[in-house]
């Protein structure tokens, strides 16, 4: 039995203690023992706003330890696995530490705030031989998941474009200080330069234009064009102030020598060159779920991670730095 506390329990700390229970429910051989967060005992009482609904408003956390010092929870606990879902520049240290302390870790993206303490992250779950993996969710996301196989196995021949999208009004709180989010660029864009990673590999170069919309929080918004020795046509964009009653959207659009795939309202479209369209069967499960189960999974099995390895989250980051050099400059382009 696997014993879980986690750090952090904002929306996307309870997004994961969601997901713990269920597989609990399910029968996965863990224990979620402790939640620890400075204002734990305001928002045990409160409402975490993101851009997708939890499970619930307000959370019974009486089953379990609370703390509001990672200290304390670390010398009264004894803990196999913690989730980290603090804001990003809180990453690398905690998350160093407790590998230091041979625990594994599952720690929400971008990795770091930086590629350098991501690299960091990397070698110390090395040294001590851990499990570290980054919540790089939509690697689990069941329509980008039919993605990944479409340009894995070619059934639609070679790809020869992607066009991808995420927005949403703005978020709250430390998001908008882009000392500690990266802005739009780092914390919302980075799912789809992730996407761009995963599906085409590291691209040579890359060129953004952004700018800054609200005082103080980074890029607000991003488009960027990533060039391919192969000259396939990929671009992402974000754009986190989308007001009203726009909430989030994300979409996407992959072209293959032999049809086409286009994602948007939570339904894949598949159009063969040759043949009727249809859409795609996918699971109705999140990739926050399906993210976190292969996780576990793969501690409870001894079997290291393989779909969403740090190296490569690292290695998003490192894109997402050099579309900021970029967009620091009016699209320079990049080398990576």
Not at 100 to 127: L, Q, Y
Not at 128 to 136: A, D, V
Not at 204 to 226: E, F, H, L, Q, R
Request: proline content about 3%.
């Amino acid at each position: 039995m696997k014993k879980i506390g986690i750090i952090g329990f904002g929306f996307m700390g309870r997004m994961h203690f969601d997901n713990y229970v269920r597989l609990i429910s399910e029968g996965l051989q863990i224990q979620l023992v402790a939640i620890c967060d400075l204002r734990i005992e305001e928002l045990k009482q409160g409402a975490a706003s993101g851009n997708i609904a939890t499970e619930q408003e307000v959370y019974d956390l009486t089953p379990y330890r609370l703390y509001d010092d990672i200290d304390t929870m670390l010398e009264n606990e004894e803990l196999d696995i913690v989730d980290v879902a603090l804001p990003t520049y809180l990453h690398a240290d905690i998350t160093c530490r407790l590998l230091d302390k041979g625990i594994h870790v599952f720690c929400e993206k971008p990795v770091a705030g930086n590629s350098a303490d991501g690299w960091r992250m990397v070698e110390t779950a090395k040294r001590n031989e851990k499990t570290l993996m980054i919540g790089q969710c939509l690697r689990f996301w069941p329509a980008y998941e039919y993605a990944k196989e479409c340009v894995e196995d070619g059934r639609y021949g070679r790809a020869t474009a992607g066009l991808f999208f995420r927005g949403s009004g703005a978020p709250q709180g430390w998001f908008l200080e882009g000392e500690k989010s990266g802005g739009c660029i780092m914390d919302m864009h980075v799912h789809d330069a992730d996407m761009v990673h995963w599906l085409f590999g590291k691209p040579d170069k890359v060129s953004s234009v952004a700018c800054n919309i609200i005082p103080g929080s980074g890029y607000d918004m991003v488009s960027t064009n990533y060039i391919y020795s192969d000259n396939k046509v990929v671009n992402a964009q974000a754009d986190w102030t989308l007001e009203g009653d726009h909430g989030l959207v994300m979409t996407y659009r992959l072209n293959f020598e032999g049809g086409n795939l286009v994602f948007e309202n939570n339904i894949v479209t598949v159009n063969p060159k040759d043949a009727p369209s249809f859409v795609a069967e996918l699971s109705s499960d999140m990739g926050y779920y399906r993210e976190i189960k292969y996780f576990l999974q793969s501690i409870i099995d001894g079997e290291p991670v393989t779909i969403c390895t740090p190296e490569s989250a690292v290695a998003t980051l490192e894109i997402i730095e050099a579309e900021i050099r970029s967009a620091d400059q009016a699209g320079v382009l990049e080398v990576l």
